[in-house]
């Protein structure tokens, strides 16, 4: 009797990333099985949208680890050893935290990249920072952070952060390539 809204609605919030980006994703797995490469994500505005947005294609088990979804500070701290002094300097909501939610995600899955969700979906504003300030970190063979500032509804902004964490990742795979 619950299941039927529940995934009306899943498929609400996913059916759009999927057919836009469906093709990166197949990228990014392409690029990074040709390298021996694998990939973990450390989620906590996303959610596990992030996750499963990026093993929605068949054959995603080769370069897909796992997710830890760090919702709140403390699980940040004792899941992704996110430092209790970052958080208190810098706030969860920035790029030092995403950059050690990154690096703890590759710890704890022995990953080659991590990508590292921050930020906050509103719809008001939490630890300081305003509905739609976001941070992705991409830590790897090198380390970048994108800052979002996204406006809309929570699962605009989320769906808004699932996809440019994706594309970002697949063009600074392609960069790498061209280097």
Not at 22 to 51: D, K, N, Q, Y
Not at 147 to 155: K, P, T
Not at 160 to 168: G, L, P, Q, R, V
Request: aromatic share 6%; charged share 20%; glycine share 10%.
């Amino acid at each position: 009797m619950y299941a039927r809204p529940l995934f009306d609605r899943v498929d609400w919030i996913f059916v759009d990333i999927s057919n836009e980006i469906l093709g990166l994703v197949s990228e990014i797995h392409g690029s990074l099985r040709a390298r021996g490469e694998t990939l973990s994500t450390a989620e906590s505005l996303t959610a596990g949208g992030l996750s499963y947005a990026l093993t929605i294609v068949p054959g995603a088990s080769d370069v897909f680890l796992g997710s830890i979804t760090a919702y709140r500070p403390n699980v940040k701290v004792s899941h992704l050893k996110v430092e209790e002094g970052t958080i208190a300097q810098h706030s969860v909501v920035s790029e030092e935290v995403a950059i050690q939610m990154g690096h703890g995600a590759n710890k704890s899955f022995g990953s080659t990249w991590a990508i590292a969700t921050t930020g906050v979906a509103g719809p008001g504003p939490a630890d300081g920072a305003e509905a739609g300030k976001v941070f992705v970190a991409f830590v790897g063979p090198s380390t970048q952070v994108v800052e979002l500032s996204l406006s809309g509804e929570r699962e605009v902004i989320r769906n808004a952060t699932i996809a440019s964490a994706i594309a970002s990742f697949a063009r600074i795979l392609r960069q790498r390539e061209n280097e």
